[in-house]
């Protein structure tokens, strides 16, 4: 173990001492706690992390169809993840949830 570091035990103690000498800031939220028992190359680890990062949305199946709103009757082509529901689908009148699918082949 290096030397500047804290054991499990002492971490919560350090911890502990720390809230009860700030109660009134930690109970307000107005103040962070200490976490000085972190490695000095936390940024690092940080920087590192969101390396790996993976947008959710590059790997979701679309659909592309012809849509018609029930509320106004508006036509248009959307495309939207397979998975959303046509109920959370948006007419350009503000309607949510009146989206239905009018059948018609869209070219692939």
Same mark, same amino acid.
């Given at each position: 173990?290096?030397?500047? /570091?804290?054991?499990?035990?002492?971490? &919560?103690?350090?911890? /502990?001492?720390?809230?009860?000498?700030?109660? #009134? #800031?930690?109970e307000a939220n107005i103040c962070q706690p200490p976490f000085d028992f972190l490695?000095?190359?936390?940024? #690092?680890?940080? %920087?590192?992390?969101? %390396?790996?990062?993976?947008?959710? #949305?590059?790997?979701? %199946?679309?659909?592309?169809?012809?849509?018609?709103?029930?509320?106004?009757?508006?036509?248009? &082509?959307? &495309?939207?993840?397979?998975?959303?529901?046509?109920?959370?689908? %948006?007419?350009?009148?503000?309607?949510?949830?009146?989206? &239905?699918?009018?059948? /018609?082949?869209?070219?692939?």
């Amino acid at each position: 173990m290096k030397e500047n /570091q804290m054991t499990r035990q002492e971490m &919560i103690t350090d911890f /502990q001492h720390f809230l009860d000498a700030h109660k #009134e #800031e930690v109970e307000a939220n107005i103040c962070q706690p200490p976490f000085d028992f972190l490695d000095d190359d936390w940024e #690092e680890v940080q %920087e590192r992390s969101m %390396e790996n990062v993976v947008d959710i #949305e590059k790997n979701l %199946e679309y659909e592309v169809s012809e849509l018609i709103c029930l509320k106004c009757l508006h036509r248009w &082509i959307d &495309i939207y993840p397979v998975i959303t529901p046509l109920k959370e689908l %948006e007419c350009k009148c503000g309607a949510v949830g009146y989206a &239905i699918k009018t059948g /018609q082949t869209m070219p692939e």
